[in-house]
């Protein structure tokens, strides 16, 4: 029996040691836990941090219109990227390193220090759209709440200040204000060499927002209708088959066309004393001619009935000939 | 209020760039079609036969079209009668030409002008004086003028051909030299027939011209003074001599040479009669043909097994080969403008006519037959003269053979018309 008692209280011995053991584990895990999601606190925190550091890299060019900008922008889009490749390079080693979470503290401080300076405060919004990107990424490593509990707090900044568009536009909307607030940044930092490259690049501009609403391609042909003027031209082109460095040969031409389609004047630009040049360029004058000759069919005439409000654009034709094509030469 | 000035600025440029804006275009590529021209007969007594003489020139070259003059609306009663180019241009004329001619005391003058009918621009205006009995030489002189004002290049009307006259049964076909203006017309025999004559060739200035000749049974290079007919040996060659061509300068001759069954190139010049042989290897060497600037010679040979063309230097140095095509490649002539080297080519039992760049490039084939052989050059290089013959009977019969012309392009192959057979083409320099 004395067996039995002792075997009994072995057993309850070992019971409440493999009780004491499970509490442990469970501890242990609670701990880790608590750990670990403190530490994604402090790392999903801690971009702001780096924003602050990549708002100082952006530069600004000189050049005021807007397509350098955009490259520019593709120029420096990057940056950011690399510094998220910085991040994803950190999350391994120091997960658990408390220096980010004191870097982490001070960036929301920071943050409401902006609103005193205009232009910082667009690039920290800016930035911090961007962080919100690779937190996808981790998204789907980690809670969503969590990220979800940071995005309010840029938000609230970016909705007054840039338009409420869809939420999938939030890249070019920052890459928009990006541009946008490079520009006040450079205009408030430097508006004398502004004044400068405005004038010297006017027509840059046009082409730089050709795509846009208000871009030179609204006042210039599609490229459907410049090859139609192109093939009508070349069917009233006629020259000599065989003749020596035709393939050399270039004639700049410039056409002056009223406003109901016919040809007014035709000047060659490049004559030259070599009698082959010559004929061959009295060919391509001749050529315009018998274009404007075809009525109806005529290109310039064509251009009058379906483009007529863009007068000023097709009054002037300038016309690089070149006889020399995989067809007839 | 930067803002503002930004703006304004911005408004300013725009409203400059617009006011200054036009359209770029690039055309490549054009139509090659004949040009239509009009040309009403000239006026003055005969001034209807200069015309046609004129206008065939033109039509012949593939460059023009001539518009039927039942089209034309506007008559002209003197040169100076300003044209009505919207007359001309309902009739798709391209160009004008239209003038007077005038005879007085055996000479014939011509004054005529040339209009762009769609520039509205006066493009040339010239006048002629030539002895009347050469009214047709008037006429390719004038023809030329059309000609060279309106492509730019110059023209070839104005010139002679020296040819194999032949006649008779293949067995004994009677072969002489003759010379034609290249509309065909003033045909006259240099040779009576009674010899064997081939390949002859107009010296530069027109005064000679040298053939191969079995005269006394001797096959020899022969030189015919063309006003007095009067022939005399070249050179003193131990062997037979063959394929004369002359040099740029006209003062040496490039002849062949075959002895002991090998063929060596020479020059002889024919104020020293000093000979000097240019090529000296053990194989078939012939056809030499000075390139314009007469610095360098092409001529074909077998050395590299099969008959291809090479060039070398004006003293025989620096051989190298141009031709790497399938066949053989014979009788190569450079062109007078230098930018190619007409050949004639066997491949699979056919004759090719064709031209190859100096630097063995842009080789092609223009023409071919049974028997295309002799191409020469008219003096502007733009058209290739030779001579296409059929295939013979057993019995002799047949055989005939004819002159053409054709455009280096391969277009606008044209029948030369001659009274008997005709062969071995060598078209002459531009007389005028």
Known sequence: MMNFYEDEHEISRHSSCLGLSVGLHILILILMCFNFAWNTDEFEKSPPAILMVDLTKVKIDEKTNLPPLVKEVKKETPQPQEVKKEEKKVEPKKENKTPLVKKVEPAPKVEPQKPKEVAPKKEAVKVQEKKTEPKKEVKKKEPKKEVKKEKPKPQPKKQPKVAPKPVPKKQNQGLQSLLASVEKVRKAANPAPQKAALPASGETVNKGIAGGTEGSLMNDLTISEKDLIANKIRSCWNVNAGVQDADKMIIEVRAFINKDGSVREVKILNMKQDPIFRSMAESAKRAIYVCDAKGEDSPFRILANKRPNMYNSWKQIYLRMNPVDGGVY | ?432
């Open chain 2, 1 to 432: 209020m930067k803002k503002f000035l930004l703006v304004l600025l911005i408004v300013f440029l725009g409203c400059i760039s617009s006011s200054k804006a036009e359209i770029r275009i690039d055309v490549t590529g054009a139509q090659s079609e004949p040009l239509p021209f009009a040309m009403p007969d000239l006026i003055g007594d005969d001034g209807d036969e200069l015309t046609q003489v004129v206008v065939d020139d033109l039509e012949r070259s593939g460059l023009f079209r001539h518009i039927n003059p039942n089209a034309y609306i506007q008559k002209f009663s003197s040169i100076d009668t300003r044209p009505n180019f919207n007359d001309w241009r309902a009739i798709n004329a391209q160009a004008l030409i239209y003038g007077t001619v005038t005879e007085r005391f055996g000479k014939m003058t011509v004054a005529f002008r040339i209009y762009d009918v769609y520039a509205g621009t006066e493009l040339y205006a010239k006048s002629f004086t030539a002895d009347s009995k050469s009214w047709r030489k008037l006429a390719h002189m004038i023809a030329d003028a059309i000609y060279e004002r309106v492509t730019g290049e110059k023209g070839y009307f104005d010139t002679r051909v020296a040819f194999i006259d032949e006649r008779g049964n293949q067995m004994k076909r009677v072969k002489r030299l003759a010379i034609m203006d290249q509309d065909g017309a003033n045909l006259t025999y240099l040779t009576d027939g009674k010899d064997l004559v081939l390949t002859p060739r107009f010296s530069p200035n027109m005064k000679e011209v040298a053939y191969f000749s079995y005269k006394d049974g001797n096959p020899k290079v022969y030189l015919m003074d063309v006003n007095t007919r009067s022939s005399t040996l070249v050179g003193n060659f131990k062997g037979m001599t063959f394929a004369p061509r002359f040099s740029p300068d006209g003062k040496k001759l490039l002849i062949s040479l075959a002895r002991r069954g090998n063929s060596d190139i020479y020059t002889y010049d024919l104020a020293t009669k000093k000979q000097v042989q240019l090529t000296n290897h053990p194989s078939i060497n012939t056809s030499p043909s000075y390139s314009p600037d007469g610095k360098q010679i092409v001529f074909s040979s077998d050395r590299g097994g099969n008959q291809q063309l090479y060039i070398m230097n004006a003293d025989g140095s620096n051989a190298h080969r141009i031709s790497f095509g399938e066949g053989t490649y014979a009788t190569p002539v450079w062109s007078p403008r230098g930018d190619y080297i007409a050949f004639t080519k066997i491949r699979h039992g056919q004759f090719h006519i064709g031209v190859i760049k100096p630097d063995g490039s842009g080789e092609r084939l223009i023409t071919n037959g049974f028997l295309v052989e002799s191409p020469s050059w008219a003096p502007n290089g733009r058209v290739l003269m030779f001579y296409r013959k059929a295939p013979s009977r057993s019995d002799g019969s047949g055989g005939d053979s004819r002159l053409y012309t054709i455009d280096i392009t391969g277009y606008n192959e044209r029948q030369l018309i001659t009274p008997n057979s005709a062969s071995a083409p060598a078209w002459s320099p531009l007389l005028h």
